[in-house]
């Protein structure tokens, strides 16, 4: 595997070059720039899977391959500081590069199907946008300092915000692109202030190594130090939780959640790409990433665990309400990473990270699935009007199911497996943090909404009667939408034996491959393994009666949730002709429908503060700067116009003045010199 | 690279090689008076300058100039001590060079028609030559000399539209203007004689050193000041400014753009040289004439540079708004001057030097876009210059990248060099709290500067034309000499390191 490394950056460059061919070039290719996108992602997917091959033989790549400024100041511990370009290839990384570039490849295939099958315009803007963002996500994924994961973080947004708003000509996408752009840039700030306290305090922005701003804390806990006024462990969960706004924003955790829904306006292969297994998933691998650093924070860990179990339950509840199959996706969505913050809130790296991986797969595969059903449904995207998909289309059927049965996390799909690890490691906390026990809580009654919620949405779809015409008679579909779809639904099958951690513990065996592979037992960056975070955690950990035991309790009480929450599903809509049960919930109806009114509480923030607020400024603005401004200017302006006057064009008086400028200059020079 | 091999007056050879030209062009004119053979004497013309600039860089290449000890050549002196041959001669030698070239290129188009073609080019080389010659001198007789050899043609270049009331009168104005500000220099050149009993510079400093004027404080810092109201004349500072406007609206565009780039380097260059040579500040100069003389050019610099962005922020008239740009800059470059102290200022004299290096390709940019205005014959004002762009792109981009650098906008040359004046007056006002008032009227003056520039940018990119206007010609000559001009402004900044270096070290040099 020597050299392997060197080619690292060729990951990236592949989708940039995608990009800038299909924005120059799209116009003039059969495939409007689709084949230029399949070509590079395929050779980003080839060259990472070469990348997690490399690792596997025990080898890893932190580079600077360009610095861009270096400066003198010192920081508060730390002095002088370099922002650098970099890659930094550990198993954390490299796994998730396969799993980008893998399910950018897939959507980029079924594109074929749902895009340039589908006769859409603006097709070279569209793979110029999937270009540029798997080119950007790339890179955020390899950066090897903060600063430069920040700025593809804001690329990755941008690419969002442009591909939300890709049917630019209908009302709803540019609004929906530009609250997604806004809330999560709102996040953003708290990111952006955090790296600038990160690299003003540690006077280094790098996520490994001894100089890394992770090393940097640990020796400032470790000696005591005061930054800012604060000590420092005060001061790293000052920190962290500013980089967690991003995070968060990112994310789509409460309270930022609310721009993903809307999200759902752009494209479904875009929903499949960006907006479930890869940008979104942005937030949680920067947690993930500098893990270290919040490992020294029980602060701000119990807050990403709590506001994770938080989430997961309250996006479960209002998916349950949701007619529009996309809308019971993304709140889905929101509600997965609500887990994968969670598990890494308690402390579980390697079931975090697990789950963000299975997540990809079968999130990816149901927005595709969904996608299937669109095409299907002749672009019909309320369920009631589907039903019967079932016999028409067994390929999307069955695929849907396996990916629906992972998110349920019915055993032994991926989903449970991941999902299992993560509530196992907020129990044994749990029981000595009560703050954990409530979120653990949460996360577990979240199960039960999944499940209901999941299959609520396969009975509607593919069983029962056909609802409308699309229904009976729906629109084939081609081989570029089957086989991303039969790809993924095998992986969201199988992916789980990657860490089969509960297995192993009751029966002995050791066939936790992820938990060996992110530990570092092939190859990884010293500080940057599951035991070394392990180390600087300050988490307890209990157990009911026996560890096995307490596996099973999880394990079976989990199952036992989903179940019930897939069985009252099964009753309620696996009928014929199933009607709607939603006044059952009766007071509880309205709320959950309207969201729980997050959207109007942040309306009336803009409206009720932000605007009053603004307008002030803008007052302010117009009237005291403008104002001083303008005066300068007129003033000036005056001022010229009466030293233009001493020009007068006759050249006497300009013999006289300049004589009398001079005696004027000689008798202020001559007082002042004492000549006279 | 021989140099040393040669007979020491070979070391005036750009000087010497412009005079030659100059005369060569004379006799071709008393042969064939009525030559109109446009593409010889405009391409002697050039030759010579160009000839003259080849000379000059080879020379700072071969190391004349750098003292000895550092390798090179060390400075050499030509006709005892009269003239001295060291780096900033060199560098002010090169400007020089430049702009002539440039000037003459223009003319070729610029002169079509127009009677006494072999007189204007051999005016505006042996006017070049005094200018070179000043760059060199080293005594107040030479520098007298040199300096009239080139206000003398001047004045004749400026008047040379014989038919034109405007070029004939503003020729007159300046003739007048610079007698009584020759009158003023000479009466200066006497006192100080009269104070010390030398002419040559560092004969001055030594008597100066030694203690033997001390009697003469009074009589010496008159005279001074009176030599300062020389050099203010030449570099069309405040208060000797007042002819500058009238001379530069009258006289043809590229003499315009000749006096104001390369008359103005080399009057600074005297200045320089006898401010550092002559007078060097310390104790002893500042007990003999009661005060530290920067104290005159901080004065002149606020207000120099102030009269001129002020009037120029509300002309009307494009060439009359360069003209008074072009005093706005002579107060920037005082700074150079102004920045001075007994053990410093290298950086902010070499920050005014690369200032006016820049300024011979912005400004001169500048003026030959006016001169092709006026071969055009589109008009005078802001107005008649609106909605050039959609016919002259090329020029336009060119005379918007002279705007922009004049202005002092990166990424061009001008940004570049006034942000070295800035920071060496800021560096300079450790010595000299005054300064702080100086780095402050800068950033004013620059920011209402932009005012105006950006006006003439707007007027030719973005307003409408106000009449419809025939196909505008593209003469090759001025064309070739704008792009030129505007390539380098824009160039200077990747190039800046190597001048950056050579005005330092000139710098270096000549306080050293």
């Known amino acids: 595997m020597e050299g392997a490394f060197s080619y690292a950056p060729a990951i990236a460059a592949f989708p940039l070059a995608a990009f800038v061919v299909a924005l120059t070039f799209g116009k003039w290719m059969p495939r409007k720039g689709a084949i230029a996108g399949i070509a590079a992602t395929a050779g980003s997917l080839l060259f990472s899977l070469w990348m997690l091959a490399a690792v596997a033989s025990g080898e890893v790549y932190h580079e600077t391959l360009y610095e861009w400024t270096a400066g003198e100041a010192a920081g508060e511990v730390g002095d002088g500081i370099e922002f650098t370009f970099g890659i930094l290839i ?7 590069l396969v799993i980008v570039s893998l399910v950018a490849f897939l959507v980029h295939i079924f594109s074929l199907g749902y895009m340039n099958a589908e006769g859409e315009t603006g097709l070279p803007r569209y793979y110029a946008g999937l270009g540029l963002f798997t080119f950007s996500m790339l890179a955020f994924v390899y950066a090897d300092n903060l600063l430069m994961a920040f700025m593809f973080f804001e690329l990755v947004g941008l690419c969002s915000y442009l591909l939300i708003g890709f049917w630019f000509r209908t009302r709803s996408a540019p609004s929906a692109a530009k609250k997604a752009f806004l809330v999560t840039r709102f996040g953003d700030y708290f990111f952006l202030i955090g790296v600038v306290a990160i690299a003003a305090t540690f006077g280094t922005v790098a996520f490994a190594g001894d100089d890394s701003f992770v090393a940097a804390a640990e020796t400032a806990i470790a000696d005591g130090d005061t930054l800012f006024g604060f000590d420092a462990q005060t001061w790293v969960t000052i920190t962290g939780l500013l980089v967690l706004g991003g995070v968060l924003g990112k994310s789509a955790q409460f309270p930022f959640h609310t721009w993903l829904p809307d999200a759902m306006e752009g494209p479904t292969t875009v929903s499949a790409l960006i907006h479930a297994a890869t940008m979104v998933a942005a937030g949680v691998y920067l947690v993930a990433r500098m893990f270290g650093y919040y490992a020294l924070s029980p602060t701000a860990l119990a807050i990403i665990a709590f506001v994770g179990g938080f989430t997961a339950l309250f996006a479960a509840t209002m998916g349950v309400v949701k007619d529009d199959i996309k809308q019971v996706l993304a709140y889905s969505t929101i509600s997965q990473y609500g887990y994968m913050m969670l598990g890494l809130g308690v402390g579980g790296y390697v079931a975090g990270v697990f789950h963000l991986m299975n997540h990809a797969f079968f999130k990816a595969l149901l927005f595709l699935g969904a996608g299937a059903v669109i095409i299907l449904m002749h672009h019909e995207q309320d369920m009631w009007k589907m039903g019967g998909l079932k016999e028409k289309a067994p390929v999307t059927y069955y695929t849907f199911l396996a990916g629906a049965l992972a998110l349920a996390g019915i055993i032994p799909f991926s989903g449970f497996w991941s999902k299992d690890e993560i509530l196992y490691d907020a129990l044994i906390v749990g029981l000595n943090e009560p703050v954990i026990m409530a979120a653990y809580a949460m996360g577990l009654v979240a199960v039960f909404f999944t499940g209901f919620y999941t299959f609520r949405m396969v009975f509607l779809t593919f069983h029962g009667e056909p609802r409308s015409e699309a229904a009976e008679d729906p629109h084939p579909v081609g081989w570029a939408v089957k086989v991303p779809l039969l790809t993924l639904g095998v992986l969201a099958l199988v992916a789980g034996v990657a860490n089969l ?118 007052r302010f603005d117009q009237t005291v700067i403008d104002g001083s401004v303008n005066g300068i200017s007129t003033a000036s302006l005056f001022g010229s116009s009466w030293v233009k006057r001493l020009q007068t064009g006759i050249v006497t008086n300009y013999a006289a003045l300049i004589v009398a400028g001079f005696i004027a200059l000689l008798v202020f020079l001559g007082v002042y010199g004492g000549w006279f | 690279m021989a140099v040393f091999q040669l007979a020491e007056w070979t070391a005036m050879a750009p000087a010497l090689i412009l005079a030659g030209t100059a005369l060569a062009l004379f006799v071709f004119d008393s042969i064939s008076p009525h030559s109109t053979n446009r593409s010889l004497l405009a391409g002697t013309a050039a030759g010579g300058a160009l000839a003259s600039l080849a000379v000059a860089v080879w020379f700072i290449v071969a190391g004349v100039g750098t003292p000895t000890v550092d390798g090179g050549l060390g400075e050499i002196t030509v006709l005892s001590d009269q003239f001295v041959v060291d780096q900033m001669a060199l560098y002010f030698m090169i400007i020089v060079a430049i702009v002539t070239a440039l000037i003459v290129v223009a003319s070729y188009d610029y002169l079509v028609g127009h009677a006494y073609q072999a007189e204007y080019y051999s005016l505006v080389v042996l006017a070049a030559t005094g200018m070179s010659m000043m760059a060199a001198a080293n005594s107040l007789v030479t520098i007298f000399i040199a300096l009239e050899l080139a206000s003398l043609p001047s004045y004749a270049l400026v008047a040379i539209l014989k038919d034109n009331r405007g070029s004939v009168e503003a020729g007159l104005k300046y003739f007048l203007i610079g007698a009584l500000s020759s009158a003023i220099f000479l009466y200066g050149i006497s006192l100080v004689y009269g104070a010390t009993g030398h002419l040559q510079l560092d004969n001055i400093a030594e008597v100066i050193a030694a203690g033997d004027a001390d009697p003469y404080g009074g009589l010496l810092g008159l005279g001074i000041l009176m030599l300062i109201g020389g050099f203010a004349f030449k570099t069309a500072s405040v208060p000797f400014h007042f002819w500058a406007p009238d001379a530069y609206e009258g006289a043809p565009a590229p003499i315009s753009g000749f006096l104001s780039s390369a008359s103005k380097a080399a009057g600074f260059v005297i200045l320089f040289r006898v401010f550092t040579e002559a007078f060097p500040l310390g104790d002893q100069m500042n007990a003999l004439i009661g005060f530290d003389w920067t104290v005159a050019f901080i004065i002149l610099a606020i207000v120099t540079m102030t009269v001129g962005n002020f009037a120029a922020a509300t002309q009307n008239n494009v060439k009359r708004m360069l003209a008074y740009s072009s005093i706005g800059h002579a107060g920037y470059a005082l700074i150079g001057v102004a920045g001075l102290s007994a053990d410093g200022g290298e950086l902010v004299m070499g920050a005014a030097m690369m200032h006016l290096l820049v300024y011979g390709f912005m400004n001169t940019g500048a003026f030959l876009f006016v001169a092709l205005a006026e071969h055009w014959g589109v008009g005078r004002t802001f107005e008649d210059y609106n909605g050039l762009s959609r016919q002259a792109p090329i020029a336009c981009a060119a005379m918007a990248v002279f705007m922009f650098s004049l202005a002092g906008i990166p990424p061009f040359g001008g940004f570049f060099s006034k942000f070295f004046l800035f920071m060496g007056a800021l560096e300079a006002s450790a010595a000299n709290t005054a300064m702080l008032a100086v780095a402050a009227a800068l950033v004013v003056n620059s920011a209402l500067s932009l005012y105006y520039y950006s006006r003439l940018v707007k007027a030719l990119w973005i307003e409408e034309p106000a009449t419809t206007r025939d196909r505008l010609a593209r003469p090759t000559g001025l064309y070739a000499a704008i792009v030129v001009a505007a390539v380098m402004t824009v160039l200077i900044l990747p190039g800046f390191g190597p001048v950056v270096d050579a005005a330092l070290d000139a710098a270096v040099a000549a306080l050293g």
């Open chain 1, 90 to 96: 550990d198993p954390l990384s490299a796994l998730m």
């Open chain 1, 501 to 618: 951690a509960p297995v192993a513990k009751i029966l002995g065996v050791d066939i936790v491959f992820l938990e060996h592979w992110l530990d570092g037992e092939y190859g990884a960056v010293e500080g940057l393994t599951y035991s070394a975070y392990g180390e600087l955690l300050a988490y307890e950990t209990g157990v009911i009666g026996s560890e096995q035991l307490t596996i099973l309790v999880a394990a079976g009480l989990s199952l036992l949730l989903a179940f019930s929450g897939a069985g009252l599903a099964w009753k309620l809509y696996n009928v014929p002709e199933p009607v709607a049960h939603k006044e059952r919930l009766g007071s509880a109806r309205r709320t959950i429908e309207n969201n729980y009114y997050q959207d109007e509480y942040q309306v009336w923030l803009a409206r009720g503060f932000t605007l009053p607020l603004s307008r002030a400024a803008d």
